[in-house]
């Protein structure tokens, strides 16, 4: 298809596949179509990094690409709750089947996380893991039902500054 269409910009990644590419294979096709090629994989890395040492397990072991399954069954939740209390303060992700997921497709045990609009804006590694400790803060609130509302409103606080400092780039 590159070969047909000469993009400028070939972005390498899958939508729910967290492990390595051919990047090999994608670089060769780049060079031979004379386009620029991108893959996010750095900040996915931090930002499930970050996860995984406050006590939450990737799916795999981590990820070698822009996105990471997150299983929740180590803290007791699920996935339809986390990424609605996720969505409340401003951080989009997708309840996701894991492996040995027992709870129905509409509940999930894990959920998708991913680094493709963060890093869009121009954020990096710290941001990345920044991120992370308000998705942990959130969910660790969740978890232990004594989230209130200042809570909330201070980690969604956190998320707007981020946005703010990292305006979109269109």
């Not at 939508?15 to 060079?31: N, V």
């Not at 803060?137 to 981020?162: C, F, H, K, N, P």
Request: proline fraction near 3%.
């Amino acid at each position: 298809m590159a070969r047909q269409e000469r993009p400028q910009l070939i972005i390498v990644g899958a939508s729910a596949y967290s492990r390595a590419l051919d990047f090999a294979r994608f670089r060769a096709i780049a060079d031979e179509v004379g386009a620029f090629l991108m893959a996010d994989i750095a900040n996915a890395q931090a930002l499930c990094g970050r996860l995984a040492e406050g006590g939450l397990s990737v799916v795999s072991g981590g990820t070698d690409c822009h996105l990471g399954v997150i299983d929740l069954r180590p803290w007791g939740l699920v996935g339809n709750v986390a990424e609605q209390a996720l969505e409340a303060i401003g951080i989009t992700v997708n309840k996701n089947i894991v492996p040995g997921d027992e709870v129905k497709p509409s509940v999930t045990s894990g959920i998708r996380i991913g680094s493709a609009a963060c890093t869009s804006r121009g954020m990096g590694v710290d941001e990345f893991r920044e991120i992370g400790d308000m998705i942990l803060a959130m969910l660790g609130g969740v978890r232990s039902g004594a989230l209130d509302s200042r809570t909330e409103r201070s980690i969604r606080e956190g998320i707007g500054e981020l946005t703010k400092r990292f305006k979109l780039p269109y």
